[in-house]
């Protein structure tokens, strides 16, 4: 199966660490998508890179958190001094880089913030 | 800015019943409309979409039209079958205005029971 990958799929961490998840998209898809997912709501957009380019940032992504995406292919969402309200399931989606293409999600990674 | 809203669940039918569910959008472009679901333990799946008004998504026996005149997208199913049973997010991206990100709505849980 050649869909989007997110490892971890789970994280439990301590208040304060640092976490990092990681994203494999399809491997022709050139845009790139982060996506915040909390218990009984829709995805919130967080970032998208087109290539290895950040093009969108969400007001949801606060300078705690950082994506990287080198090369134009994995992509990285650090969280630093992760809090209580980070918990939540984040998720990845690919597409391709024409108008209207459907965007493919990955499982998601559920961080857990203790 | 762009938001989506869809009826508030969680939704139970019995085997073979009509399902609806309805979602409006406000959006200050031309956006394209798209119904997603998730069924229990999987990622999200692009089930339907529809890009300009008038125009009827359909898949797997479920059908939503666009309706500009009342910024609605509402998702319909003749009979429903217990495998339906999953949540159901409506969202809405804008690619006219330049911008890739999904908005969601908060989802509507479906529950189908034999």
């Known amino acids: 199966d050649t869909g989007v990958s997110q490892d971890p799929r789970h994280k439990i961490t301590k208040r304060g660490q640092n976490v990092t998840f990681r994203c494999d998209p399809i491997?022709?898809?050139?845009?790139l998508y982060w996506y915040r997912q909390t218990l009984g709501q829709g995805p919130e957009f967080l970032t998208y890179f087109q290539n290895e380019a950040q093009l969108e940032k969400s007001r949801l992504l606060s300078d705690r958190f950082s994506a990287e995406r080198p090369k134009g292919s994995f992509s990285t969402l650090e969280i630093q001094r992760t809090e209580q309200g980070d918990s939540a399931m984040y998720l990845c989606?690919?597409?391709?880089?024409?108008?209207?293409?459907?965007?493919?999600f990955g499982p998601g990674t559920r961080l857990t913030v203790t | 800015g762009d938001s989506v809203t869809q009826m508030e669940g969680p939704v139970t039918l019995s085997e073979e019943a009509f399902l609806t569910i309805n979602c409006t959008y406000t959006?200050?472009?031309?956006?394209?409309l798209f119904w997603y679901v998730q069924y229990p333990g999987e990622g999200l799946q692009l089930l339907l979409k529809a890009t300009k008004a008038d125009d009827k998504g359909s898949n797997k026996g479920f059908e939503a039209t666009y309706r500009k005149e009342t910024t609605s997208f509402h998702l319909e199913k003749g009979s429903v079958q217990v495998s339906d049973s999953a949540v159901y997010f409506c969202?809405?991206?804008?690619f006219g205005a330049g911008s890739y990100q999904l908005t969601f709505g908060k989802g509507t849980k479906l529950s189908v029971i034999p």
């Open positions: 989606a690919s597409s391709l880089g024409t108008s209207g293409s459907e965007q493919y």
């Open positions: 959006a200050t472009g031309y956006p394209s």
């Open positions: 491997s022709e898809h050139n845009r």
């Open positions: 969202a809405l991206s804008d």
